[in-house]
């Protein structure tokens, strides 16, 4: 597969994450969860998670529909994708030494969730991090 091909990959995974955020109350409890919270956490909860949906929608749009413009030698698609790699690290580094072990250690299912984010954060961060060291080379 080539580069352009994994970038529009990603830029799928992406906006299926970002859809996948509207079960989230739901399969979460969130309803719940929430309302033991002060309307002010409550409120800066629900704006955060809206706004990484729209970062998904935006990086996934980016990743999907300007795949060239990405690729082109430019200073702008270097720095865009230099940014794209290192959000994605951190995200990365986050599943592993951020989240506790405990929340998923243990049951089957946050198990295999926490393996496929992982992979998917994996994915992400070489698939930006290919495009970045192929516009530096």
Same mark, same amino acid.
């Given at each position: 597969?080539?580069?352009?091909?994994?970038?529009?990959?990603?830029?799928?995974?992406?906006? *299926?994450? *970002? *859809?996948?955020?509207?079960? #989230?109350?739901?399969?979460?409890?969130?309803?719940?969860?929430?309302?033991?919270?002060?309307?002010?956490?409550?409120?800066? %909860?629900?704006?955060?998670?809206?706004?990484?949906?729209?970062?998904?929608?935006?990086?996934?749009?980016?990743?999907?529909?300007?795949?060239?413009?990405?690729?082109?030698?430019?200073?702008?698609?270097?720095?865009?994708?230099?940014?794209?790699?290192?959000?994605?690290?951190?995200?990365? #580094?986050?599943? %592993? %030494?951020?989240?506790?072990?405990?929340?998923?250690?243990?049951?089957? %299912?946050?198990?295999?969730?926490?393996?496929? #984010?992982?992979?998917?954060?994996?994915?992400?961060?070489?698939?930006?991090?290919?495009?970045?060291?192929?516009?530096?080379?």
């Amino acid at each position: 597969m080539s580069l352009a091909l994994h970038l529009k990959v990603v830029g799928l995974l992406m906006l *299926a994450l *970002a *859809a996948a955020h509207f079960t #989230f109350p739901r399969r979460f409890n969130w309803a719940s969860e929430l309302r033991r919270l002060s309307p002010l956490n409550r409120q800066i %909860f629900i704006v955060h998670d809206l706004f990484i949906v729209l970062m998904l929608v935006m990086m996934g749009l980016l990743s999907l529909w300007q795949t060239a413009a990405l690729l082109e030698p430019t200073a702008l698609g270097r720095v865009m994708l230099a940014g794209l790699t290192l959000f994605w690290a951190v995200r990365l #580094f986050v599943q %592993f %030494f951020v989240y506790d072990a405990s929340l998923w250690r243990g049951n089957r %299912f946050r198990t295999v969730m926490h393996g496929l #984010f992982a992979g998917m954060w994996t994915y992400y961060t070489a698939v930006f991090a290919c495009g970045w060291w192929w516009q530096m080379h």
